[in-house]
């Protein structure tokens, strides 16, 4: 092989890689939460009564007294210190879709010199980060830049293992001094609160007496690349970026659909087995993996649980998949568009709502009034879809999902909801008043447990559409691959809640008119379905028919990018909707405008630059060597009297001329600053500065074609994407 000696050296380095030794398997039912200091834990070593206590807390999210507090924290402590702690930590997830924590030893000194340790109730509950340096969308003065973490105690506590040591890590909210979300456990918190009291309300209207409180469920699904580290540390755009700048489309893609749930690689399987170790000990229920469509992609699944669970498990989860590539030799990608022309990644996000006592609201479920619950719910879900689908847009929008939900690529920009063939009669059916009358002695059976039984077979889904319902669940597919599931998680469940109080209040307004409760629950969904039934869409979701019919004849948006996506967050509805759930005030909302604002500017600002930088003291160098040495060899000929062609000279010439060109130009609008307002600012970057950055690496990778590898710097896509 060709090639320049560091990408040489590295091809030999992933040639010789030894696997890493990872501990022998233990069983699950060993490791399984062992780090976790969940009920279980907490049942074996608290007193009856504080365990009753914390149960409570736990379960219903009462406030724990401060006494029990102290007994609960020093158990805490007892138990992290025999596993070898001495720090703890709040962690809590701010506004950017990282996590944040601060680590304090549990020492303290005495006057006499002693060195003992000390966690108090106080200390677990609540801690003080100076939390000036995390995005707060101006929120906070500087003047007063403190901010509160407060532990949530229905996310369970937990012990994270490094290399260089074990902390206790207590999963928190992070607030302003004047009590403000800054972040986004919080409102996803809160969400939940509102989609309880709604869905409460229709259920009582239903006649249900005995209801157990009502949450969401979240199982996200996850695709990532791996990518070896020899390529990746030599790909600065990889590195700081997370997706390559530059590269040209190999000669084999995934046009051969050989990957998609292809033998897993033997490293890529070790590396699996050790991460999901390190899951299972936290308490996370890894459950699938397989390759994805793309040559290096994979995805992991674990089982769902609660949305507050799922979210933080989700965080945490990435943040051990980065981890555990590392000590494998990879880098672990988790862009949304890692390689140009190769399939992104996304982040499906399964979502229900359910409770104890009447279990999950979005399965048909086995009686006819389960149906009409079931209807209830999924109608409203068509309601918010149809009434905030540019919300649920703004929610997911960042600069990176724009190159999958904007270009060529699944899902569209489009928010429709899939049904499924004959979920989608039924609801057309009450729409066009053909089911009013259906009425077998008082009760209406629609037999939708059968429908929708065999609804669940997984081949029939359609797989172009970026909200579908898969048989108990909605499954939201438009997430990107490095998002916080909470932000979509808040805009459902918010928007679900709004929806069945709108529900609720045409439910009592029809039974109060009279009418039985079946005809009532149909009168109402035929409202609802004459007002939002345009949402529903089972067609093709890529085709440019839909996206023509969609805007033209439904009247639904097409939004393809987050600078036209996030000023949704600014609407009066929006406003009203976050207000009257008490999930965001108004000033939190503008702030998270601003934050995300502030995010896609700067993460666009940052790849222009980088590609300025490569193009200039990576590949301008490489192409003009590579002319010297073509233009000796011409001349050297020539001294012969041999003429060679040079049409591939002039070529690199011209591309390379262009090629710098184009970085003047974007140099140039990279110093631009005064804008409007921060909407034209992200215009700008939509418009001018994106653009660009693909007119520069448009001439670069016409020059990766010509220039001779042994002079081109950056590992190629057939390196990164097919060699492990
Ligand atoms: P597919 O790739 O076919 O969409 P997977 O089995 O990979 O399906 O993932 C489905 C995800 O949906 C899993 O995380 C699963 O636990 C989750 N899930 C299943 N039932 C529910 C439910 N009722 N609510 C929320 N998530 C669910
Ligand atoms: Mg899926």
Redesign the pocket.
């Known amino acids: 092989m060709s090639g320049n000696s560091a990408r040489v050296q590295a091809i030999q380095n992933i040639t010789n890689h030894k696997p890493v030794a990872v501990e022998k398997p233990e069983t699950l039912s060993k490791i399984w939460a062992c780090d976790v200091f969940n009920l279980a834990t907490m049942e074996q070593c608290l007193s009856k009564n504080a365990f009753k206590a914390i149960k409570k807390t736990v379960t219903t999210g009462a406030p724990l007294e401060p006494a029990t507090a102290d007994i609960v924290a020093a158990a805490m402590k007892e138990w992290a210190q025999q596993k070898g702690v001495k720090f703890f930590s709040h962690i809590f997830y701010p506004m950017t879709n990282l996590t944040a924590e601060k680590h304090d030893g549990f020492i303290i000194t005495t006057p006499e010199g002693h060195a003992i340790t000390e966690f108090t109730g106080s200390l677990l509950i609540k801690g003080e980060p100076d939390g000036s340096s995390f995005p707060n969308g101006s929120i906070r003065m500087t003047n007063a830049a403190r901010g509160y973490t407060a532990w949530d105690p229905t996310s369970p506590p937990y012990i994270m293992q490094t290399d260089n040591g074990a902390t206790l890590m207590i999963p928190s909210v992070f607030m302003s001094w004047t009590g403000e979300a800054l972040d986004k456990k919080i409102p996803l918190l809160r969400s939940n609160r509102a989609l309880n009291k709604a869905g409460r309300r229709v259920l009582e209207l239903m006649g249900e007496t005995d209801i157990a409180p009502i949450a969401a469920?979240?199982?996200?699904?996850q695709e990532y690349f791996l990518v070896d580290a020899n390529f990746a540390n030599q790909r600065p755009d990889l590195l700081f970026a997370g997706r390559t700048l530059f590269g040209a489309p190999p000669a084999k893609g995934q046009q051969f659909d050989d990957h998609y749930f292809g033998a897993i690689p033997a490293r890529v399987q070790v590396f699996m087995q050790d991460l999901e170790d390190k899951l299972y000990r936290l308490g996370i229920p890894a459950?699938?993996h397989h390759n994805e469509v793309a040559p290096g992609q994979f995805e992991i699944?674990?089982?769902?649980e609660s949305a507050n669970i799922a979210a933080d498990h989700q965080q945490l989860m990435m943040t051990l998949m980065k981890a555990t590539a590392k000590k494998h030799g990879f880098l672990c990608l988790l862009h949304e568009k890692p390689f140009a022309g190769v399939n992104g990644s996304g982040k499906?996000v399964?979502?229900?709502v359910g409770n104890a006592t009447q279990g999950?609201l979005l399965d048909p479920g086995k009686t006819p009034h389960d149906n009409l619950n079931f209807l209830l719910f999924c109608g409203a879900v068509i309601r918010g879809v149809h009434k905030f689908g540019p919300l649920l847009r703004a929610a997911i929008a960042s600069a990176a999902n724009d190159h999958r939900l904007g270009a060529n690529e699944a899902p569209p920009a489009i928010l429709s909801v899939y049904l499924g063939d004959q979920l989608e009669r039924v609801y057309a059916d009450i729409q066009a008043g053909k089911i009013a009358t259906s009425k077998k002695s008082g009760v209406m059976d629609l037999g939708l447990s059968e429908i929708l039984t065999f609804e669940r077979d997984?081949g029939d889904r359609n797989r172009t559409s970026p909200f579908a319902f898969?048989g108990?669940?909605f499954?939201f597919r438009a997430v990107g691959a490095s998002q916080s599931v909470s932000g979509p998680l808040v805009t459902m469940n918010t928007m679900l809640a709004d929806s069945l109080d709108w529900v609720a209040d045409k439910l009592e307004a029809a039974i109060k008119g009279g009418l039985e409760r079946p005809a009532a629950v149909i009168a109402v969904l035929k409202e609802l379905m004459e007002l939002h039934g345009n949402v529903v869409f089972g067609g093709d979701g890529y085709s440019s028919e839909w996206h023509q019919a969609a805007v033209d004849e439904r009247g639904l948006k097409n939004i393809p990018n987050t600078a036209d996506a996030l000023p949704a967050l600014r609407e009066q509805s929006v406003k009203e909707l976050f207000e009257k759930t008490g999930v965001l005030s108004p000033v939190e909302l503008e702030s998270r405008f601003e934050v995300y604002a502030e995010q896609y500017i700067l993460s666009i600002e940052v790849e222009a630059k980088l590609v300025v930088d490569i193009a200039k003291t990576q590949l301008y160098p490489a192409a003009t060597k590579y002319l010297a040495e073509l233009s000796s060899t011409v001349n050297g000929l020539s001294s012969l009297g041999i003429k060679l062609d040079n049409t591939t000279a002039s070529l690199i010439a011209d591309k390379t001329n262009g090629m710098m060109a184009a970085v003047s130009k974007l140099s140039a609008a990279l110093t631009q600053h005064d804008f409007d307002s921060i909407e034209a600012h992200m215009q700008f970057c939509a418009k001018d500065i994106r653009p660009l950055m693909d007119e520069v690496r448009a001439y670069a990778d016409a020059l990766e074609m010509e220039v001779a590898d042994e002079h081109w710097p950056l590992p190629k896509y057939f390196e990164m994407l097919f060699i492990r």
């Open positions: 469920s979240c199982g996200a699904e459950k699938t699944a674990p089982y769902y499906h399964n979502w229900s999950n997984p898969t108990n669940r499954e």
